[in-house]
């Protein structure tokens, strides 16, 4: 008798920007469901789940060049609308389905989900969450995610906050699943390297992780630039690196109105001041020092034992983020780091965040993968979705939100919709990348100077 080929689990993720892609295709992969649930040969489960991603149109979808830098495989990718999208899974089928979406974004797929499916005997288990550290509009984000089967929390801390948010307004919170961030992982860091004579040695690496919207004002952004400079003058014997999130004109989950790149065309920096681009990872393999306002890259470095620095310089506050880190022992300031200080992060913080730099970190995955095989083993299949906005419960916010993806009250698509059955075409084409072209030169270029005028 044959020996029968178990099937690969399909996985759906859908994503708006370059970073909710890595974060959702990677967790994707951490969570599909395992040789456990199809009794499967471990030689099966090592060739991972079939992964389809789709990219939601719109101003942040990621650009080829952002796509190649995230460096995550996909067996089909392709950018659709929401309409187009609920098209997709209405026809196809899938065991698990990743949201990787702003808040609003997560809610408006849920309604129109639970419309295309309602007549499916069989769906898929949905899942959400969010790509890094959670320090602003948690009531608000949390909410917009309720709804779905599995919302992951990256940490112990985001998961009981997350539930105390949802019992607080007494909705279901037993979707919340505590796992930790997808894309940790890499070498620990095994000591600085300083300058030598040696062949091969590397000068000591200084890497500043920039972020698209902290801070936002030109005078804190300039300030920082100005402080990454300085200490590379300091320093000639250290390498000292900007990493930057995108080139000019590309969008990611946040807006950057005033890049690093145009600020730094002002200033004469030294010759062991660079610019550098690709994934984080990579530029972590010989960083020596990882300096940040708030950046999730703190919660990387920190997983691999890099000396992290969270700045103080501008400030502890909600604004920044970098209140998140308070407890941690890595907030500090540039005059402290330019006189040798090296914070020491306290081990608890750490651990409650996450980050699992004692090794646990393999099996930080596991309850979510539990919970998704015993949903899909669910006898008589998986129930309705249930967000908790409905238009009984939120009358004057969920239209709204649904309306922004062209949806209705009920989750079906409004008329007029965009939509297409086959890719688009040349003039659609260039009619799409001058409207792209048009909004990111009105957020970079036209609302800096409205604003400036209103200050007048």
């Known amino acids: 008798m044959p020996v029968s080929t178990p099937k690969r689990p399909r996985i759906a993720v859908l994503a708006d920007s370059d970073t909710r892609w890595k974060w959702g295709a990677l967790t994707a992969d951490r969570i599909a469901p395992g040789p456990s649930m199809e009794a499967a040969p471990r030689e099966a489960a090592q060739a991972g789940p079939l992964l389809d991603g789709f990219l939601l149109r719109g101003r942040a979808t990621p650009t080829p060049r952002q796509l190649r830098e995230v460096g995550v495989r996909a067996d089909s990718l392709r950018e659709v609308t929401a309409v187009e999208f609920l098209r997709a899974m209405a026809e196809e089928s899938y065991d698990v389905l990743v949201l990787s979406l702003v808040g609003g974004g997560v809610q408006a797929m849920l309604h129109g989900l639970a419309r295309v499916w309602e007549h499916r005997t069989s769906r898929p288990v ?3 969450g969010y790509v890094g550290v959670v320090y602003e509009k948690l009531a608000d984000g949390l909410l917009l995610r309720h709804g779905a089967d599995l919302v992951l929390a990256n940490s112990r801390q985001d998961a009981d ?10 909705a279901d919170a037993s979707a919340v699943t505590e ?15 300083e300058p030598s004579a040696k062949q091969g040695r590397r000068p000591y690496t200084v890497v500043f992780a920039a972020q698209p919207s902290v801070p936002e004002s030109r005078k804190d952004r300039t300030y920082l630039l100005n402080r990454l400079v300085q200490h590379a003058r300091r320093h000639p014997e250290r390498q000292v690196l900007l990493k930057l999130r995108s080139k000019p004109g590309e969008h990611t989950t946040h807006i950057e109105e005033l890049p690093y790149q145009k600020l730094v065309q002002r200033l004469d920096p030294p010759a062991n001041f660079s610019l550098v681009y690709g994934n984080m990872g990579e530029v972590l393999d010989r960083t020596d020092l990882l300096v940040t306002v708030s950046s999730t890259a703190a919660l990387e470095s920190l997983h691999r034992r890099v000396p ?4 103080s310089d501008l400030g502890i506050r909600e604004s920044l983020g970098n209140h998140h880190f308070v407890g941690s022992g890595c907030l500090a300031s540039w005059d402290q780091l330019d006189a040798g200080h090296r914070p020491v992060p306290d081990e608890e913080w750490v651990s409650r965040q996450g980050v699992a730099a ?3 970190y393999d099996s930080a995955f596991d309850a979510a993968r539990r919970r998704i095989a015993e949903l899909l083993g669910r006898p008589g299949g998986l129930p309705p979705l249930t967000p908790y906005y409905t238009p009984v419960t939120a009358p004057g916010y969920l239209p709204g939100i649904l309306a922004r993806h062209h949806l209705g009250p009920d989750g079906t698509p409004l008329p007029g919709a965009p939509a297409a059955d086959k890719d688009p075409g040349p003039v659609r084409q260039i009619v799409r990348r001058a409207a792209r072209g048009a909004y990111r030169h009105g957020v970079q270029r036209v609302a800096p100077v409205i604003r400036r005028m209103g200050e007048l």
């Open 161 to 170: 906050r997350f539930r105390a948010v949802y019992e607080g307004v007494g």
């Open 308 to 311: 992290t620095v969270v700045l």
């Open 358 to 360: 004692d090794g646990s």
């Open 126 to 128: 949905v899942v959400t």
């Open 179 to 193: 796992v930790a961030l997808p894309f940790l992982g890499g070498a620990p860091y095994e000591g600085e390297h």
